[in-house]
């Protein structure tokens, strides 16, 4: 089994920052492909951040610049570093992970997902 438990959510004004952190409870952690996804109410799940093999990472366009998703193998932790947050930026925010190589931003690509932790940008 693999659990992922999410963390650090919470309010912010637009402009502030946020690091969320997602434990990863599995004796493979390393071999993870991991990433962040998120979903506002009426919206899709959107992929935010992927990060896989060594230091591989993807982003989507609208977090580019913003967002750092990176990983501590030896804490089995996966962290997004958010920053210059928007009120777009309100959401859910899911951590995500799968045994199988891939800097995928789709839902489909992973089998492993936490429950969620909140994050509202007030303007």
């Known amino acids: 089994q693999v659990l992922l438990v999410e963390s650090g959510g919470g309010s912010v004004q637009a402009g502030g920052s946020l690091r969320l952190s997602c434990a990863v409870f599995s004796p493979a952690y390393s071999g993870y492909s991991m990433a962040w996804f998120r979903q506002a109410p009426g919206k899709e799940r959107e992929g935010v951040a992927a990060?896989?093999?060594?230091?591989?990472?993807n982003y989507a366009d609208s977090v580019k610049g913003r967002f750092t998703i990176s990983r501590d193998n030896a804490k089995a932790t996966l962290y997004l570093q958010m920053n210059s947050l928007k009120p777009e930026d309100t959401a859910m925010y899911y951590c995500?992970?799968?045994?199988?190589?891939?800097?995928?931003?789709?839902?489909?690509?992973?089998?492993?997902w936490g429950q969620g932790t909140q994050v509202t940008v007030s303007s």
């Open positions: 995500a992970a799968d045994f199988r190589w891939t800097l995928g931003l789709r839902a489909n690509d992973y089998n492993y």
């Open positions: 990060i896989a093999g060594i230091a591989n990472t």
